[in-house]
């Protein structure tokens, strides 16, 4: 019998295989060869690693054309001799760092299983020049750094500027007889982008195409006033400025003019991408004067990811109406038939709420076309609810007081055909509150759509050695229909079985550690508990509820040093929004909470106190196959879906958390005995709310949460700068929104309930395996043949596109 593989050499033989389904071995050689010898001018003596990722990533991209030309047009075993270390070329790939959370996250994991489901869908989006900024860690604050992740090149993308588009700002509009006129208007133009995005296994390829800002040639030189030429040139920044960096708030609405025009340009170009595309088809009616727009909502669906680009309602009405000369009601039938719109978060400081000043300069049109659609909106809503003048306000676009607003919200709910949450808690908070009159105005408009994950990239890339004992026992076709993983329900109680999985988790957390000890020269004990918490940096995902944890950990063994207590790797990760202060100092936090526990004999390798610096996809790839337990502790009420606590109950860790976004659901999947669930539900949080939470009766009476409050102020993390956590304490104190202190007890005690099961580690892995039997609800699979069925109105196909015949050099 053969030896059994390492995790490694699975990893490999994986990877080689995916190779070896590139064709020939010796077809792949030579195309590897030709590559590297014509596209990177380089031969095997000076070639570095980075030579050799790019001739590779462009063996598979040719690999993909064939496919991704089909596709379009459609629409309408091991040779080592090869020598290439593809894990080692896997790590020169850079992040494409495009989003800032879980919302871009997402976004990718549509696109996978759209391609996958065989569906004829686009993504469209900015080709940021500086993506989600790199952060280091310099005395224990964060510094942020630009990610340059252009510098070397980009394989898989592709410029397109034969479809260049323009795209218009500013101007004034004239309404003549023969329609509205946008004149006077600067031209920035949209150059496309275009990168392959596969199925798995059924031979399409789909396209995600992102816009870049280019200055026209002609840019300032038009100016008849403007006589520098040098000047003129160097002035094409401005127009180019608008794809050059990603905004880094998450969940927070920052309302800077350049954050508008980038909105704007991703719209007005896809949308003319759209048009240029139903026109061409055979549904345009090819009428050689006029486009019949009749059936455009039964061509086009337009699914709107948040209200960034809610723009295309004005837009396309825009376009229909002004462009097109349909009329006005006709316009509006049919805009509101294309879009749909998915609602990702209640917080009031992330909704957009653009100044109408600001539309007035930028987007004119746009202004007057929102006041008519808002019109005719407030005239249903008082014909319906006659004198209900409060109504009126509360369900305007437009926002009266000193500065005057647009709610985009509000624009997107009434423009669109669906609405939908993401995940069921919050589709139902979503119809109770921020939209609760327009519920109340049209309840068959709202949907739930729970959020998923694409296991290809969330437990087959990242995880083979437990993809590989998944398969051992069920086959393979889980990968594509993740409910099947039920089958594993029977294996709970199957010792060989358990000791797999018991077995890949330890190999999983052994890499990481030598990888923590290689890149971040931090050394920790692998056979200790791995507690996982990594998102971004903010108040509501309560890091600093997981800070008080620790510390009280921490005073436990100090207290009682001879005690047995349960090793523990509490790894804390994630960045902070540069301009965001709370979320800056709960990272400097929890790195001097690190440097007093970590450096303490008495505690020795029973806790340790990590921050995982640059938290991205890559490194999610990396400790989520590795983490034990998954914290996942929002305040009830406050994380729409969130998508990592997916990723982490497929990859086999057991989840801490509330009762809140898709926790709720896991833990009915799953049962609620088979996740540790804790602390306030929505309800109770709404009955604080009517009490007042009084963050100090729970400080008094509660004397380990005093007691680490009181550490925290006094200095005792900072001995140097003994007030740095002043505002820290200041704000859970006196006003704290997310009710730390009121779930503390709860949580300290469901923490306990977690050691006790980590000291029985059969009984561990026994929930670990029901809680990956029962994850295949949140495959994205299931996620858009849902949007697909209920929003789209397409079916999604599992039909084989036939392989291409690849012409030959
Ligand atoms: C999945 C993911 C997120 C979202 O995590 P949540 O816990 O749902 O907030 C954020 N960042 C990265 C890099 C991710 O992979």
């Known amino acids: 019998m053969a030896k059994p593989l390492t995790d490694s050499e699975k990893r490999k033989q994986i990877s080689v295989r995916g190779l070896a389904g590139l064709g020939d071995v010796a077809e792949v050689r030579k195309s590897f060869n030709r590559h590297l010898h014509f596209t990177l001018v380089k031969d095997r003596n000076v070639a570095t690693p980075r030579d050799y990722f790019f001739a590779l990533a462009h063996t598979v991209r040719d690999h993909l054309v064939g496919r991704w030309i089909r596709t379009q047009q459609h629409y309408y075993e091991r040779d080592p001799k090869l020598g290439l270390d593809l894990e080692e070329l896997e790590e020169i790939e850079e992040d494409a760092g495009l989003g800032n959370g879980g919302l871009g996250r997402l976004a990718a994991c549509f696109l996978d299983s759209m391609a996958t489901l065989g569906l004829a869908a686009y993504g469209y989006g900015i ?20 990610d340059d992740w252009l510098r070397y090149g980009n394989p898989w993308e592709k410029a397109r500027p034969e479809y260049m588009l323009p795209v218009h700002f500013y101007g004034r509009v004239e309404h003549t007889p023969d329609g509205v006129k946008w004149l006077d208007t600067q031209v920035v133009l949209a150059m496309p982008y275009d990168t392959p995005v596969p199925g ?45 960096v990603l905004y880094p708030n998450d969940n927070f609405f920052e309302g800077k003019e350049l954050r508008l025009k980038q909105e704007y340009f991703v719209v007005a170009a896809t949308l003319q991408d759209i048009i240029r595309r139903f026109k061409s088809s055979k549904f345009g009616c090819r009428d050689p ?69 600001m539309f007035e300069k930028l987007l004119p049109r746009h202004l007057e076309i929102i006041y008519a659609i808002n019109q005719r909106h407030l005239d249903h809503v008082a014909a319906l609810f006659p004198g209900d003048v409060d109504r009126l306000r509360r369900m305007s676009v437009i926002e009266e007081g000193d500065c005057k607003r647009i709610n985009m919200a509000h624009l997107c709910v009434i423009g669109s055909h669906a609405v939908n949450g993401v995940a069921r808690i919050h589709s139902e908070i979503v119809k109770q509150s921020v939209f609760k009159d327009f519920y109340e105005l049209e309840p068959e408009k709202f949907q739930n759509k729970t959020n998923g994950i694409t296991p290809r990239r969330w437990l087959l890339l990242c995880n083979p050695g437990l993809a590989d004992t998944i398969v051992e026992k069920i086959g393979e076709e889980f990968l594509t229909d993740l409910s099947q993983l039920k089958k594993l329900l029977p294996l709970v109680n199957d010792e060989a079985f358990i000791r797999d999985v018991a077995k890949v988790k330890q190999e999983n957390k052994l890499k990481f550690s030598a990888f923590l000890e290689k890149e971040y020269k931090v050394k920790i004990n692998p056979s200790s508990m791995f507690d996982v918490h990594v998102k971004r940096i903010h108040e509501y995902k309560r890091q600093l509820l997981n800070c008080l944890h620790v510390i009280t950990l921490y005073n436990r063994i100090k207290r009682d040093p001879a005690k047995a207590f349960v090793p523990r790797t509490v790894m804390i990760g994630g960045k902070a929004a540069p301009g965001y202060h709370m979320a800056k100092l709960i990272i400097k936090l929890v790195t001097s909470i690190g440097d007093v526990v970590n450096h303490d004999p008495v505690v020795g390798d029973r806790l340790k106190v990590i921050f995982l610096e640059n938290y991205r996809v890559s490194l999610a790839e990396k400790v989520i196959p590795a983490a034990d337990l998954s914290q996942q502790i929002s305040t009830a009420g406050t994380e729409a879906s969130g998508t990592g606590n997916m990723k982490f109950m497929l990859n086999g860790a057991l989840t801490i958390g509330t009762m809140d976004g898709a926790n709720v659901e896991m833990a009915e999947e799953a049962g609620a005995e088979n996740l540790f669930i804790f602390g306030l539900r929505v309800e109770d949080v709404e009955a604080l709310d009517r009490k007042g939470y009084n963050a100090r009766e729970y400080y008094d009476c509660l004397p380990e949460l005093k007691q680490a409050v009181d550490q925290i ?25 997310f009710k730390v202190f009121a779930d503390y007890e709860a949580y300290v005690q469901c923490q306990a309930q977690v050691d006790q099961l980590y000291r029985n580690p059969k009984g561990w892995t026994k929930k670990v395996i029901r809680n990956i039997a029962c994850s295949g609800k949140f495959s994205s699979d299931r996620t858009i043949t849902e949007y697909a ?18 012409p030959r050099d």
């Not at 026209?216 to 006589?227: A, E, I, S, T």
């Not at 680009?309 to 097109?324: G, K, N, Q, T």
């Not at 929003?791 to 291409?804: A, H, K, M, N, R």
């Open 127 to 146: 080709r940021y020049e500086f993506g989600i900024f790199n952060q280091k860690i310099v005395n224990g604050w964060q510094v942020e750094e630009a």
């Open 200 to 244: 798995y296994k059924n031979n399409t390829v789909n396209t995600m195409r992102l816009w870049s800002a280019k200055a026209p040639n002609d840019f300032k030189l038009q100016d008849f006033n403007v006589g520098d030429y040098i000047e003129a040139v160097l002035d094409r920044n401005l127009a180019e400025n608008i794809s050059r």
């Open 289 to 357: 004067v006029r486009t019949c727009f009749e059936t455009f909502p039964d061509k086009v669906a337009i699914q709107l990811n948040d209200t960034h680009p809610a723009l295309s309602i004005p837009e396309l009405m825009r376009i229909l109406v002004d462009v097109e000369k349909v009329d006005w009601d006709k316009a509006w039938e049919i805009t509101k038939k294309t879009c749909a719109y998915t609602n990702h978060t209640v917080l009031p400081e992330a909704l957009e709420r653009w100044p109408v000043s």
């Open 713 to 737: 102020s006094s200095g005792f993390f900072s001995p140097k700068e003994p007030d740095c956590f002043k505002d820290v304490v200041n704000m859970l104190m006196h006003h704290d929104r």
């Open 789 to 806: 069925r209920e929003i789209w109105g397409v079916e999604p196909s599992d039909l084989q596109i036939p392989p291409p015949n690849i």
